[in-house]
């Protein structure tokens, strides 16, 4: 067939290919997809000091100022777990995208091909040269189809003549429904998916872990540094006591000094080990934080409660709501489900395939000369059913596992919200009367000091009363750690961490 008017039609057919090959090497990633289902804070890149420089008790590094949510963002930031754990979901991510790059390919492709021939017939003898170049462009997309466009370039000669000859051609196969091919790339996607899912949620999990043990610890330092600023002020008021004693010389006081000097000792003692073991938790808040042991550490101890106000089923809702482990699952299980409907309708594999070939205008023996060529079809094959039925069963169970740990992640979602607010009620409550009560104790022990130095009162039941003060300073000082813990937790059963770190 040679016209000049179809020339240009199938040229006009490959250029719309093309467009098409080139704007399905556009599309987002699927982890830039994925990002947007289920956001999470990623940790600042921050330099790691050489363990020369980091791991000593000398002070000569950065100061930092401890508070809660200072803690939960340094914590994030900085330790290395969380940062460990956050590199290997971004491995997996990175691995996925890699699989699904490569079977979603774009190939440049140049091919260069010369070949001769020779035929003899009596005396005669006749050779022909055919040399070829073709630059062409092949595209895979991800759900199986396949496309191929080119221009190329043909110079043949025979003894008699010679021609030269450009042409473009092009080759499209896609499968339609049901296609085997689809069913079984779409049940490796899903396997895939799974992975980084569960890479997803084991950073989720660290990074909660982490953040509610950093705030553990900051507690565990606060109320150590209360305990011992109480212990200091008990031995205090002991040694003023032992001073008072020796200006009493109207009686024999002997006895009186050294029962002062052996409670001096035992609250002495107190002193220095709790010194010591603070000393210990300050390293470890270090640790946990991810700070250089080297630096400076300044604890501020403010009111941190973002679940003032709210009832059980608010917190409740608020955090099957935005809980990521939860959007996690969710998207898990959405896939199984389409994994499912596929294998479901794949009992037929029908694949549409078009190709064609189409000469410009040639020079030599080939000027004036334009042929073209189109060929279409299907391909039907029936799937095996085993290949079905076991995509099919996979497909179930997977989402009936997703749907489960959706449902094990409500169920402690409730129960580890309905304990902490209870207790951060309750705790704080018995923690504030103890507060207004104290005033109570301190009165109590400075008119029995008035009262001792009157003869009224016998040494053992002064130092009773002063040390009923202390147990009740340390009291309270222990509910206020109690009620910091218990709001860790609700931190870490809300996913309140991840919302905190959003606002940072």
């Keep these: 067939m040679t016209t000049d008017r179809n020339a240009f039609q199938f040229p006009t057919l490959l250029c719309c290919l093309a467009g098409m090959m080139l704007n399905g090497c556009v599309g987002p990633l699927p982890s830039d997809r994925l990002a947007r289902e289920v956001t999470l804070p990623k940790p600042r890149k921050s330099e790691t000091l050489p363990a020369a420089e980091r791991l000593t008790d000398e002070n000569h590094g950065d100061t930092y100022e401890l508070s809660p949510l200072s803690v939960i963002s340094l914590a994030f930031d900085l330790q290395p777990d969380i940062k460990s754990s956050y590199e290997r979901f971004k491995s997996e991510e990175a691995r996925y995208d890699f699989f699904y790059v490569s079977r979603d390919s774009f190939t440049p492709r140049i091919t260069v091909a010369n070949s001769f021939a020779e035929d003899r017939a009596n005396e005669s003898v006749t050779r022909d040269r055919d040399h070829t170049v073709f630059l062409s462009a092949e595209k895979d997309f991800f759900d199986t189809t396949e496309m191929e466009v080119g221009l190329g370039f043909r110079s043949e000669a025979t003894d008699q003549a010679i021609g030269d000859q450009p042409y473009v051609a092009a080759k499209l196969r896609y499968p339609l429904w049901g296609s085997r091919e689809k069913l079984e790339r779409t049940s490796e996607d899903i396997f895939r998916q799974n992975e980084l899912n569960d890479a997803q949620l084991a950073y989720i999990q660290q990074a909660r872990s982490r953040l509610e043990r950093a705030l553990f610890k900051y507690h565990e330092v606060v109320f150590l540094r209360r305990q011992l600023a109480n212990l200091e002020r ?4 002991l040694d003023k006591l032992a001073g008072r004693i020796q200006t009493v010389d109207a009686r024999d006081m002997t006895s009186d000094e ?26 470890r808040l270090r640790a946990v934080c991810g700070i250089p042991f080297n630096s400076s550490v300044e604890i501020l101890v403010e009111p941190f409660n973002p679940f003032e106000g709210a009832t059980h089923q608010e917190l409740l809702q608020a955090s099957l709501a935005t809980d990521p482990e939860i959007a996690t699952l969710k998207n898990a299980m959405r896939n199984a489900e389409v994994q499912l409907d596929l294998a479901r309708r794949g009992k037929w594999d029908v694949a549409l395939f078009v190709a064609g070939e189409s000469d410009l205008e040639g020079r030599g023996e080939s000027e004036g000369v334009s042929d073209w060529s189109i060929s279409a079809g299907f391909d039907v094959s029936a799937v095996d059913q085993r290949v079905t039925e076991s995509l099919t069963r996979q497909a179930r169970a997977n989402i009936a596992r997703f749907n489960q740990a959706i449902v094990a992640r409500e169920d402690r979602i409730f129960t580890e919200t309905l304990e902490p607010i209870v207790r951060i009620e309750t705790l704080g409550m018995s923690r504030d009367e103890l507060t207004d009560n104290l005033s109570r104790y301190e009165e109590d022990y400075a008119s029995g000091l008035e009262d001792y130095l009157a003869t009224e009162l016998n040494i053992d039941d002064l130092l009773t009363r002063r040390e009923d003060l202390y147990e009740q300073q340390n009291e309270i000082a222990r509910l206020s750690q109690l009620v910091g813990f218990n709001i860790a937790e609700l931190c870490s059963a809300t996913g309140k961490f991840f919302e905190l770190l959003k606002q940072d």
């Design 234 to 237: 008990w031995q205090s008021d």
């Design 258 to 283: 050294e029962r002062v000097a052996a409670e001096l000792i035992r609250v002495s003692a107190s002193v220095r080990n709790q010194t010591g073991w603070h000393k210990i938790q300050l390293a």
